[in-house]
């Protein structure tokens, strides 16, 4: 069983959406939670940790489920920029931060 | 600050051959590490270094190696390439602050192919 789980998708949505992406983790020791962004052959880069309160920035909201093992990402008003691949990410702490990727889910936003 | 500079962006390497992935940082981060990135799987970390003159393994180390004789630099050998190590290879830098880490930033990456 994979450390993280993802929808691979992809989730195609039309302009001004709203879209839902779900990842599980099986390590109940995770300690921080993320979502990255990665756009096509590019670099991941944050878009936002995940708080077990529940975060938003902006359009994008994040909530956190440490009993389930489960985080959520709500992209509501899709763009077109949105179109990306949004990676759920955990850490362990070894004695380093080691981050757990999980493979993705692709997001297609139409016009 | 240009932050995690990779180099080579792309490279091609035959079978056997060894090579250097270049990574500088100039953010005076004290964790670099180093992950591979393949079709249908997440990221996976090959090295880490928690400081200068400290480097430990990841989860998928063979075959590569590390060194950390500056702050600055995290440079990873492939030692006798071979086609499964064709990939994207991410550079990574972070900063502790109190128990938490943070300010995890990728370079943007080198794509090797091994034939």
């Known amino acids: 069983r994979k450390e993280v789980e993802q929808d691979p998708g992809p989730f195609n949505v039309p302009e001004g959406a709203t879209v839902a992406f779900n990842c599980t983790y099986s390590n109940s020791a995770s300690q921080s939670f993320f979502w990255y962004r990665q756009d096509c052959r590019k670099e991941p880069k944050l878009l936002m940790s995940?708080?077990?309160s529940g975060n938003e920035d902006g359009r994008f909201t994040a909530q956190l489920n440490r009993a389930s093992q489960y985080i959520s990402l709500l992209i509501r008003d899709s763009k077109l920029s949105d179109s990306a691949t949004y990676l759920c990410?955990?850490?362990?702490?070894?004695?380093?931060?080691?981050?757990?990727f999980g493979t993705g889910t692709r997001l297609l936003v139409s016009p | 600050n240009a932050g995690v500079t990779q180099t080579p962006k792309f490279q091609v390497l035959k079978t056997g051959q060894s090579m250097t992935l270049q990574c500088a940082q100039d953010?005076?981060?004290?964790?670099m590490s180093w992950y591979r990135q393949d079709p249908g799987m997440g990221l996976r970390l090959i090295h880490y270094s928690v400081g200068a003159g400290i480097t430990d393994q990841g989860e998928v180390p063979n075959g590569y190696n590390v060194s950390r004789s500056t702050t600055e630099d995290f440079p990873l050998r492939l030692l006798s390439a071979a086609p499964s190590q064709t990939s994207v290879y991410f550079c990574?830098?972070?900063?502790?602050?109190?128990?938490?880490?943070?300010?995890?930033?990728f370079g943007s990456g080198t794509r090797l192919t091994v034939v």
């Open positions: 953010m005076n981060h004290e964790y």
């Open positions: 990410v955990v850490t362990v702490n070894t004695g380093f931060q080691k981050l757990v």
């Open positions: 990574a830098s972070s900063y502790t602050q109190g128990a938490g880490f943070y300010g995890y930033t």
């Open positions: 995940v708080y077990s």
